[in-house]
């Protein structure tokens, strides 16, 4: 008896999805429950599994694809459900016989691999996520073992993986002179996934929301000093404490003075929707790409609460494990690039905010004060602005306003919960 299995809803709002690996081929027995594919959808990437058991006997859409809620994914063989777990055949079970002349003895088998046993075969499954891992470590992800369903490839498999080790060459003259031939290799990467919803974003980002990005330079001496100072405060009850929950509440704040930075489009109706919540996402690079987990309510919480829910939720989020509910309804975003360096970068919107807060590296450097130089631990701020409802003299002010608070952090003392 033959099922299709039509793709179900996998989020609110969502109405399709693109396909990004399958887990299955046609002919494949698959048992109830295991994962057949992986699509991603503008919400989160995730696994789908068979609601019945039986065999393959059609895939509709290929890596890349868009499919459809409620269009045809898989159609399953029911009549086959058993193979996969009905027992062989054993020697006890057979009809006693005469047995047959000797023959000569045959080469020994090898071992039949258990079914935990790891997989390596040519058609390696594996996530795009896994395989940018294996190609940035430099590992073939053929050579790796899969201990994944049906022999995928995991992150784990490739951390464990340890590459045959190479044999030194034995040195060898250089040929005085050498003839250098172009090789004409190029690698092609289908864009996938999440990468492919990321690309889609920014481009929507460039062509719907004309925005400037304004750049300041910030005296992060004293906010530097309060942040160590807490820090032993914030460890003793087992919270990290990093400058993003001091820049939420500090962002919060000014928003008192310039409610408008807090606040989303309505292209449908070109309305500019201002929110009494304070909900921040936080740019996360993920080994599937690109995330905002989304600290909501800001305005009332106090640094540590919000220090202790980011860790939580940025560790699920990277782990693939943050519900979708916390992966949206942001009204204002926080980027900070400054753990890898660069003076200061240009941040893209995410649209529909009109609002995005750059935050970039604390340096030593030299600077004039009352006439000396001295050093001080400075900082560039690059929010970007949607220029259709955010003039550059508000972007400015909103920008002055964070510095006079960064500067002064006692203040910060007053917010308290």
């Given amino acids: 008896m033959s099922f299709v299995f039509d793709l179900p809803e996998v989020g609110e709002g969502v ?3 693109e396909v990004v690996a399958w887990f299955v081929n046609v002919g494949d027995v698959v048992a109830l429950d295991a994962p057949i594919c992986e699509i991603t959808t503008d919400k989160a990437q995730l696994e789908i599994s068979s609601p019945r058991a039986g065999r393959i006997l059609k895939m509709h859409g290929e890596p890349g ?4 809620v409620h269009s045809p994914l898989v159609e399953i063989d029911e009549s086959a459900a058993g193979e996969a777990s009905a027992p062989a055949p054993t020697a006890a079970a057979a009809p006693a016989a005469s047995p047959p002349p000797a ?6 088998a090898a071992p039949a691999a258990s079914a935990s046993a790891p997989v390596t075969r040519g058609d390696t499954k594996a996530t795009p996520a896994v395989r940018r891992h294996a190609r940035e470590a430099g590992l073939d992800i053929h050579a790796v073992p899969g201990t994944g369903p049906r022999g995928r490839v995991t992150h784990d498999d490739l951390a464990s993986f340890q590459a ?9 003259m250089a040929p005085a002179l050498p003839q250098v031939m172009p090789s004409g290799s190029e690698e092609r990467i289908k864009i996938l996934g999440v990468r492919r919803k990321i690309a889609e974003q920014m481009v929507k980002a460039k062509h719907v929301a004309p925005h400037f990005t304004y750049v300041e330079e910030v005296d992060c001496t ?3 000093a309060l942040r160590n100072a807490l820090k032993p405060v914030a460890a003793a009850r087992g919270i990290k404490l990093t400058y993003i929950p001091l820049m939420m509440k500090i962002c919060s704040i000014a928003m008192r003075d310039f409610p408008n930075v807090n606040a989303v489009m309505d292209e449908d109706n070109f309305e500019l929707v201002v929110k009494g919540d304070h909900n921040f996402g936080i740019s996360c690079d993920t ?5 905002v987990p989304v600290i909501k309510n800001v305005e009332q919480k106090s640094i540590l609460h919000i220090a202790a829910e980011m860790t939580d939720l940025v560790d699920r989020t990277r782990a693939g494990k943050a519900k979708l509910d916390e992966l949206r309804g942001g009204t204002f975003t926080l980027t900070s690039v400054g753990s890898i360096g660069g003076a200061f970068a240009t941040p893209i919107l995410n649209v529909p905010q009109v609002a995005i807060l750059g935050i970039n590296a604390i340096r030593d450097a030299a600077v004039v004060r009352d006439g000396k130089i001295v050093i001080r631990k400075m900082m560039y701020l690059s929010p970007s602005f949607d220029h259709r409802v955010i003039d550059g003299a508000i972007g400015a002010r909103y920008v002055a306003r964070l510095k006079e608070l960064m500067e002064n952090p006692d203040c910060l003392l007053l917010e308290m919960r």
């Avoid at 080994?287 to 995330?291: I, K, T």
Wanted: glycine residues 4%; charged residues 15%.
């Fill in 287 to 291: 080994p599937n790409g690109l995330f």
């Fill in 15 to 17: 109405v399709e999805a």
């Fill in 65 to 68: 694809d868009i499919i459809k």
């Fill in 103 to 108: 023959a000569a003895p045959a080469p020994a």
């Fill in 164 to 172: 045959p080790a190479a044999v030194a060459p034995m040195p060898v």
């Fill in 222 to 224: 004293k906010l530097v």
